[in-house]
């Protein structure tokens, strides 16, 4: 049995495969359906000051080997998350990460001032990267400035935990995005969230998402994904989380190759709910088969032209 076990920001994970945000709701939901002990960590849905209803359907659809959502952050709010569901989270044993999201500066300060108030929180995950809304997420994570000031921000709040940023891809430069994040005071990223992209009906001569563009993910944008990573990993002297149409233990090991700490599984969860508790044993029989001891060792060690 190859060890799996990874330490992230201090946070000791049993194995590095965590379920990303706003594909796994606030895990209760999948009870039942999966063994949480398989996890290495749950990050929850987007949280924002005040609940959000979310985007009109429809806000997914299918695309070649990928999703298209433009979900519109729908959440319960981050008082409502704190009171309601966060006792029975953190009853789970896992790790539980909270991602949080802001239409402007204040607005992140005052939903991880609420955060830090609660118990049963391991890290916050900075949402500077969702493509669907017209204000915040991606307005504050395009742009090197803009991301700072709003890391900063954070970090000056996040006091009692590590905070990480994720990070989007619809950028020139992931390296200087990266490393902005790192001067500002980020403890580990995050990458990547989904890409721009847009799906059309050519009969009814439509988009077929109710807001036209919407960000796609999963095994389509999985080498787009591993680039960032290794860009940023390049950049940066900071722990980061792989993500980007992780699906099998075998794309967890390409990750670590190119030096992520942990992945999160996002897409996979849609068409197999089971899909991110299944994949420390599928890491487990890729090391084993490559008489690999540990998945730490992997990381950063591809060998690059
Ligand atoms: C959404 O809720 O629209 C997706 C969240 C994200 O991309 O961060």
Not at 29 to 43: K, P, S, Y
Not at 177 to 188: H, K, N, Q
Not at 212 to 226: D, E, Q, R, T
Request: proline letters at 5%; aromatic letters at 6%; a negative charge.
């Amino acid at each position: 049995m190859a060890d799996l076990r990874t330490t992230f920001c201090g946070i000791g994970l049993k194995n590095p495969v965590i379920a990303a945000s706003g594909t796994f709701g606030y895990g209760l939901e999948f009870a039942g359906q999966v063994d949480f002990g398989r996890l290495g960590a749950i990050v929850v849905k987007g949280l924002s000051r005040g609940p959000i209803d979310g985007n009109p359907s429809p806000r997914l659809t299918e695309t070649p080997s990928g999703m298209l959502n433009s979900i519109g952050l729908q959440n319960v709010g981050a008082r409502a998350f704190a009171k309601e569901k966060l006792p029975g989270l953190a009853r789970l044993g896992v790790p539980i990460v909270a991602n949080v999201f802001g239409f402007s500066i204040e607005d992140y300060v005052e939903v991880l001032r609420v955060l830090e108030d609660a118990d049963g929180l391991s890290a916050y995950e900075l949402n500077v990267s969702c493509p669907n809304t017209h204000r915040g997420g991606l307005e504050f994570g395009a742009d090197a400035t803009t991301l700072g000031a709003a890391v900063s921000a954070a970090r000056s709040v996040a006091r009692r935990r590590p905070l990480l940023v994720k990070l989007s891809p619809n950028v020139t430069d992931i390296a200087e995005i990266a490393r902005a994040a790192a001067e500002a005071g980020a403890d580990g990223l995050t990458l990547i969230n989904t890409l721009r992209g847009l799906a059309v009906d050519a009969r009814s001569r439509t988009p077929l998402l109710s807001t036209g563009y919407g960000g796609l993910s999963g095994p389509a944008i999985k080498p787009v994904a591993l680039y960032m990573v290794h860009r940023a990993a390049q950049a940066v002297d900071l722990p980061i989380i792989g993500a980007g149409g992780v699906a099998t233990g075998e794309d967890v090991a390409e990750f670590l190759l190119c030096g992520a700490t942990a992945v999160q599984v996002g897409t996979a969860s849609f068409w197999d709910p089971g899909r991110t508790a299944a994949l420390a044993a599928e890491l487990n029989s890729f090391l084993d088969a490559q008489s690999v001891a540990s998945a730490g060792e992997l990381r950063g060690a591809l060998e690059m032209p």
